[in-house]
Nanobody, 124 residues
Framework: QVQLVESGGGSVQAGGSLRLSCAAS????????MSWYRQAPGKEREFVSG???????SYADSVKGRFTFSQDNAKNTVYLQMNSLKPEDTAMYYC??????????????????WGQGTQVTVSS
């Protein structure tokens, strides 16, 4: 089944930028809508950005105007460009498969698979 690997996290000063990547590996003929979540220590995991049922991009209110979601279907990779970072953006960032819009579910796997996460730390 498809596996997800996040990368691009790191430590940055407030106001800086980072670009996160989430690459899917495994069967090649699998295409998912995907989304980004984050979880800070002691807090619940929260939605950040993703593709909604109308095929448009959704963003959490806290990141609108600062983060940009994009997808490269040929590479089976999604990205999260994060600008104007704030200390409150500090969290572990995860990607998740949502709707399987192309492929055989028995080969690709059902939606709802998570990556291992990549840490983002923003200092003031």
């Amino acid at each position: 089944q498809v596996q997800l690997v996040e990368s691009g996290g790191g430590s940055v000063q407030a106001g800086g930028s980072l670009r996160l990547s989430c690459a899917a590996s495994g069967p090649t003929d699998c295409r998912y809508d995907m989304s980004w979540y984050r979880q800070a220590p002691g807090k619940e995991r929260e939605f950040v950005s993703g593709i909604n049922r109308y095929r448009s991009t959704s963003y959490a209110d806290s990141v609108k105007g600062r983060f940009t979601f994009s997808q490269d279907n040929a590479k089976n990779t999604v990205y999260l460009q994060m600008n104007s970072l704030k200390p409150e953006d500090t969290a572990m960032y995860y990607c998740k498969t949502d709707r399987l819009y192309y492929g055989v579910i028995q080969v690709c796997g059902p939606p709802g698979r998570w990556g291992q996460g990549t840490q983002v730390t923003v200092s003031s």
